[in-house]
Nanobody
Framework: QVQLVESGGGLVQAGGSLRLSCAASGRTFSSYTGGWFRQAPGKEREFVAAITRTGGSTYYADSVKGRFTISRDNAKNTVYLQINSLKPEDTAVYYC??????????????????WGQGTQVTVSS
């Protein structure tokens, strides 16, 4: 079992930045692929970014490329999502997830076995 806890969300103005953190406990998180998803009100959960267990490869949704950066620090069992140039349409609950494969980068939510509770990001215009 892996427990995931997100933090770092908040209310920011458009153009601002945030860094979300996902702290893991339980089994060795360093063996898992880490992912971020988001869900806006009235919309389905969508993939944002993923990173392999070593951090050597990343994958982004087209809508966030160039603005979002996923990274990880396995010594701290933490995955990060740096969000720059925030837009009102980035408003959503952001969820951290873990995929047991460790080396695949997948965008389907069903591929991730463990999920955090989410952190709210609200961008004002």
């Amino acid at each position: 079992q892996v427990q995931l806890v997100e933090s770092g969300g908040g209310l920011v103005q458009a153009g601002g930045s945030l860094r979300l953190s996902c702290a893991a406990s339980g089994r060795t998180f360093s063996s898992y692929t880490g992912g971020w998803f988001r869900q806006a009100p009235g919309k389905e959960r969508e993939f944002v970014a993923a990173i392999t267990r070593t951090g050597g490869s990343t994958y982004y949704a087209d809508s966030v490329k160039g603005r979002f950066t996923i990274s990880r620090d396995n010594a701290k069992n933490t995955v990060y999502l740096q969000i720059n140039s925030l837009k009102p349409e980035d408003t959503a609950v952001y969820y951290c997830a873990a995929d047991e494969t460790g080396w695949l980068l997948r965008s389907g939510a069903g591929n991730y076995e463990y999920w955090g509770q989410g952190t709210q990001v609200t961008v004002s215009s």
